[in-house]
C-alpha cells in the first residue's frame, strides 16, 4: 500500500501571500486530519474531514480552511500568511473501521512552511 | 475535556539500559490511547495502541505501553534501547464517549539514548 503523500515538501512565502497544501491520503481511507506543528506550541488539531465533509475544527483562525474531494484527496489554504504560520503541516490518513471513530491515524512527511 | 501530558522534555539513558517515556490523560469516558515517534524532518510513525483489552500492549520495535486506568497512565517501554531509538515521542488520546472527537497530542518527549 502506498503511504501518505503531502505536496509540496517545501514552501517559502512572504506575508500576505496564500498558499495551498495538498495531501493524498492511503488508498481506501476517506478521513483526513490535518495538524500544525511548532516547536513551541506542538502539534494543534487544525481539521479533519470524512467523505469530503468537515467533521471537525480546531481553535485557528478563519484564514486557514480545508476541503475533501470526492476521491478521498485533501487540501489547505492559509491566506493572508503571517510570520507565525511558519511550522511543519502534517497530514493524516485516518484508518475509520466501520461504525467506529477513528482508529489509527498515518502520517504524511509534512509540508514545512516558511514565511517571510 | 480530554487531555494528555508528557512529564518530560527529555528523557537520556544508556543504550542497552531500560526506557520508559511517561504518559498521563484525562478524558470523561474511555480513553483511546496512542504513541507515536517521530524522526528529524519526517512525520508521525504509529507505534501503538490501546483500544480496549489486555493493559500491557507490544507494538513496533520492541516498544510496549501499559495502561493503568486507576493512575490514567500510559507509559512507554522498551527493555533495551538501542542508540536508534533517539528520537521525539508523543502521546494521543481519543475519549471515545466525548462529543470531542478530537485526537489530542501531548507535548512531546525528546529521547537520548547514550552510546
Known amino acids: 500500500k502506498a503511504g501518505v503523500t503531502q505536496t509540496p515538501r517545501y514552501l517559502i512565502k512572504t506575508r500576505g501571500q496564500q498558499v495551498t497544501l495538498s495531501c493524498s491520503p492511503i488508498?481506501?481511507?476517506?478521513?483526513v486530519s490535518w495538524y500544525q506543528q511548532t516547536p513551541g506550541q506542538g502539534l494543534q488539531f487544525l481539521f479533519e474531514?470524512?467523505?469530503?465533509?468537515?467533521?471537525n475544527k480546531g481553535n485557528f483562525p478563519g484564514r486557514f480552511s480545508g476541503r475533501q474531494f470526492s476521491n478521498s484527496r485533501s487540501e489547505m489554504n492559509v491566506s493572508t500568511l503571517e510570520l507565525g504560520d511558519s511550522a511543519l503541516y502534517l497530514c493524516?490518513?485516518?484508518?475509520?473501521?466501520?461504525?467506529?471513530?477513528?482508529?489509527?491515524?498515518?502520517f504524511g512527511p509534512g509540508t514545512r512552511l516558511t514565511v517571510l | 475535556a480530554q487531555s494528555v501530558a508528557q512529564p518530560e522534555d527529555q528523557v537520556n539513558v544508556a543504550e542497552g539500559n531500560p526506557l520508559t517515556v511517561k504518559c498521563t490523560y484525562s478524558?470523561?469516558?474511555?480513553?483511546?490511547l496512542f504513541w507515536y515517534v517521530q524522526y528529524p524532518n519526517r512525520g508521525l510513525q504509529f507505534l501503538l495502541k490501546?483500544?480496549?483489552?489486555?493493559?500491557l500492549v507490544k507494538g513496533s520495535y520492541g516498544f510496549e505501553a501499559e495502561f493503568n486506568k486507576s493512575q490514567t497512565s500510559f507509559h512507554l517501554k522498551k527493555p533495551s534501547a538501542l542508540v536508534s531509538d533517539s528520537a521525539l515521542y508523543f502521546c494521543?488520546?481519543?475519549?471515545?464517549?466525548?462529543?470531542?472527537?478530537?485526537?489530542?497530542f501531548g507535548k512531546g518527549t525528546r529521547l537520548h539514548i547514550l552510546p
Open positions: 493524516a490518513s485516518n484508518e475509520r473501521l466501520s461504525g467506529s471513530r477513528t482508529d489509527t491515524q498515518y
Open positions: 488508498s481506501g481511507h476517506r478521513s
Open positions: 474531514y470524512f467523505s469530503e465533509t468537515q467533521r
Open positions: 478524558v470523561s469516558g474511555n480513553p483511546y
Open positions: 490501546y483500544i480496549t483489552g489486555d493493559n
Open positions: 494521543a488520546v481519543r475519549d471515545i464517549r466525548g462529543r470531542d472527537d478530537k485526537i489530542i
